[in-house]
């Protein structure tokens, strides 16, 4: 079992100011930053829904050991676009030491919804130092780019900042604001199912 945070957050937004402003009809600039902050918002909501990065990022999955499946694979549940890096601290002097792909780990990130690591041909794992988050694996997450992202996630993100837009006095005090289950679920087909 391992702990799943952001190592690296998403710099840029799968939609733009001039796509979320047309989905609004608004034409002025004077809303732009709220515009903008609801961009992200409804983009860290889809994120939450699926469990899954939408744009480009990096995130650490941290365990105490090398945790497998009982194959020697290590199953993290998150879909990757590559693993960036797998390190581990030394038993015997609690150095960090980083791995090297295909010399003594392999990564599958061909799934949708989960990436694989597992140790290259003819080598094992290495006992890293008993301590906690003494292995971590890097990973790149989320769609290459904003032209990558599925059309219907996009269109989620535009349907989410139109009802935090059109009830925003709502959402700047803090009430909560009524999500259309049914918009919802054009989210389903890239959520990542947890077990």
Not at 119 to 135: E, F, I, K, L, N
Request: avoid cysteine; hydrophobic fraction near 45%.
């Amino acid at each position: 079992m391992g702990i799943l945070s952001i190592k690296t957050p998403a710099t840029t937004a799968p939609v733009t100011l001039s796509e979320a402003k047309a989905q609004l009809r608004e034409v002025g600039t004077a809303e732009d930053t709220l515009i903008t902050a609801l961009i992200t918002a409804a983009t860290q909501e889809a994120e939450q829904i699926m469990q899954r990065a939408v744009m480009p990022q990096q995130w650490r999955w941290v365990m105490d050991a090398f945790d497998t499946d009982g194959d020697n694979r290590i199953s993290i549940p998150t879909p990757a676009r590559a693993v960036a890096s797998v390190s581990y601290v030394r038993e015997t002097d609690g150095t960090t030491v980083a791995l090297t792909v295909t010399t003594d780990y392999l990564a599958d990130v061909r799934s949708e919804f989960y990436a694989l690591v597992f140790p290259a041909y003819g080598t094992s794992w290495p006992v890293p130092r008993a301590q906690p988050g003494a292995v971590e694996i890097v990973l790149d997450v989320g769609w290459a780019d904003a032209a990558s992202v599925p059309q219907i996630v996009k269109n989620w993100i535009l349907m989410r900042v139109a009802a935090l837009f059109e009830n925003r006095a709502a959402w700047t005090s803090g009430e909560a604001i009524f999500r259309n289950q049914f918009v919802d679920r054009l989210l389903d087909r890239w959520t990542v199912a947890t077990i």
